[in-house]
Each structure stands twice: as structure tokens, then as C-alpha cells.
């Protein structure tokens, strides 16, 4: 089955850039998003259309794209950005979406 | 205001059955498909299954395929999922999602809770 890969976990310190990325094939043909979640609440979209970000997002906030890897990056890592980060995106057909393992971001 | 809200979600034995709702509103609904994304206790999230438009195509992850049904009822801005032979591991929260506009943006429920324990 297609899946999207994340590392388990990224941990920066207040004030520094986190990078977090996601690899799977059929990221070229496909659009990737990227969710926090906070413990108890639904997922938020931070990041849409690989590197758009939405309204409400703060612009420390960056999406990129280069081959079968995107990454999202916080520029200036606060402390209320600490939570789970999930990629997702669909199959080379766009049939069924699909969702990175989560990355837990800690900020030190 | 667009709002997806699911309901239906409780405490059901193992094998037995539970239908999920899922209402919208504050969009065109019928112009719209709808996922049905879970999340276990402490686990990622996963993609369990999606209706098109006009319930033209309809998708399941193979973890569910055969146990759980999707539909839609354009009439009260609702989707369903009826899950069927039930086992532990469908313990989740479960989370309705619009599918994204062409300016890439999604709209998705707080969750209902699905246990599955005797």
C-alpha cells in the first residue's frame, strides 16, 4: 500500500527552525497538506497545495517541494507549536487520500 | 460557518454494528465528496473511506473493506458509515472531512469516539 514517510519525531529548541519532512513516490503528482494536531483537539491544516499556507497561519509557517519529498518549516519555533504533525496526501491517481506516521515536534 | 458534525459514535462488542453520521453545512454539500478519517488512542491518523459526488465512487482502506459501508443523503447534508463486524483494533475517534476546493481547502469535524470492548 502507498504510504507517505515522516520521521517519528523533531525536537528544537524555542527560537530555532524546525524542518520536518515527508517522502512517498507519487508526491510529484500529488498536492501534499500538512495538519497539527494538539492533544484532544481535531487536526489543523498549517500548510496546503505543498507550500500555501492558510489563512490564520503565521508566516514563520513555510511549505517546499523537490522531488518525492515536501517539508514543512517553522521558522522561529514557539512553544505553542509543539504538537503532532501529520503530511497527507492522496494516491498517483488520486483515489484515496493518504496520511504520514506523524511527526511529534518538542520544543525544548 | 462550515460545519461537519459527527455523531452516533459509543461502546459496542466486538462483531456487533454502529452507524456513524456525519452533517454538514455552510457549503454546497451535494458538490462536495466527504472522508471518513479514524485515529486510535495514541495512533496516526488513517483514511478509512470516501463518497463522490452524488455517491458516484466510493473508496474503502483495505482495513475495512467488506465491514463497513458508506452512503450519502444529499436531501439532509449527511454522510454515513455503518460499520459492521466490529473488532478492537476499529477502536478510534472518528473524523468526517470535505474534500478539498481548488484552493486547496478542507473542512473536517471534532470526532466521534468508537470503543469496541466487551
Known amino acids: 500500500s502507498y504510504e507517505l514517510t515522516q520521521p517519528p519525531s523533531v525536537s528544537v529548541s524555542p527560537g530555532q527552525t524546525a524542518r520536518i519532512t515527508c517522502s512517498a513516490d507519487?508526491?510529484?503528482?500529488?498536492?501534499a497538506y500538512w495538519y497539527r494536531q494538539k492533544p484532544g483537539q481535531a487536526p489543523v491544516v498549517v500548510m496546503k497545495?505543498?507550500?500555501e499556507r492558510p489563512s490564520g497561519i503565521p508566516e514563520r509557517f513555510s511549505g517546499s517541494s523537490s522531488g518525492t519529498t515536501v517539508t514543512l518549516t517553522i521558522s522561529g519555533v514557539q512553544a505553542e507549536d509543539e504538537a503532532d504533525y501529520y503530511c497527507?496526501?492522496?494516491?498517483?491517481?488520486?483515489?484515496?487520500?493518504?496520511f504520514g506516521g506523524g511527526t511529534k515536534l518538542t520544543v525544548l | 460557518e462550515v460545519q461537519l458534525v459527527e455523531s452516533g459514535g459509543g461502546l459496542v462488542k466486538p462483531g456487533g454494528s454502529l452507524r456513524l453520521s456525519c452533517v454538514a453545512s455552510g457549503f454546497i454539500f451535494n458538490s462536495y465528496g466527504i472522508n471518513w478519517v479514524r485515529q486510535a488512542p495514541g495512533k496516526g491518523l488513517e483514511w478509512v473511506s470516501s463518497i463522490s459526488v452524488s455517491g458516484r465512487y466510493i473508496y474503502y482502506a483495505d482495513s475495512v473493506k467488506g465491514r463497513f459501508t458508506i452512503s450519502r443523503d444529499d436531501a439532509k447534508n449527511s454522510v454515513y458509515l455503518e460499520m459492521n463486524s466490529l473488532r478492537a483494533e476499529d477502536t478510534a475517534v472518528y473524523y468526517c472531512?470535505?474534500?478539498?476546493?481548488?484552493?486547496?481547502?478542507?473542512?473536517w469535524g471534532q470526532g466521534t469516539l468508537v470503543t469496541v470492548s466487551s
Open positions: 497545495k505543498d507550500s
Open positions: 472531512a470535505r474534500e478539498y476546493d481548488s484552493s486547496g481547502t478542507s473542512y
Open positions: 507519487a508526491l510529484p503528482k500529488q498536492y
Open positions: 497527507q496526501s492522496a494516491d498517483s491517481s488520486g483515489t484515496y487520500w493518504v
